[in-house]
């Protein structure tokens, strides 16, 4: 079993920025193929926002943030990070962490399907 604990969030005004964490313990991390963040806003559908190859360090980027957000990953602590940068309103959302196992071509990564654990969610609010 693999816990996901998401850490970061909070209230920022537009043109800021944020970096979130994700801290995934439980298990050994040499089957993990990666991680992604996805959002969720508001009456609205979760999105993909960007994906992480654990190995080789492959990224994807939803076009919404695309030059904006920055993601990483530490493997010795076995944490991932989102860098946020020039923050949005429309970035307003809970962001959630995930986890897959199981290798997918990289385009794949942008589909929650792919991924097989979830964190419970971080608050992102940007005001304008």
């Known amino acids: 079993q693999v816990q996901l604990v998401e850490s970061g969030g909070g209230l920022v005004q537009a043109g800021g920025s944020l970096r979130l964490s994700c801290a995934a313990s439980?298990?050994?991390?040499?089957?993990?193929?990666?991680m992604g963040w996805f959002r969720q806003a508001p009456g609205k559908e979760r999105e993909f926002v960007a994906a992480?190859?654990?190995?080789?360090?492959?990224?994807l980027f939803a076009d919404s943030v695309k030059g904006r957000f920055i993601i990483s990953r530490d493997n010795a602590k076995n944490t991932m990070y989102l860098q946020m940068n020039s923050l949005k309103p429309e970035d307003t959302a809970v962001y959630y962490c995930?986890?897959?196992?199981?290798?997918?071509?990289?385009?794949?990564?942008?589909?929650?399907?792919?991924?097989?654990?979830w964190g419970q969610g971080t608050q992102v609010t940007v005001s304008s």
């Open positions: 992480i190859r654990w190995s080789g360090g492959m990224t």
């Open positions: 439980g298990r050994t991390f040499s089957s993990v193929a990666g």
């Open positions: 995930a986890l897959d196992t199981i290798y997918y071509p990289t385009t794949h990564m942008s589909r929650s399907g792919a991924y097989d654990y």
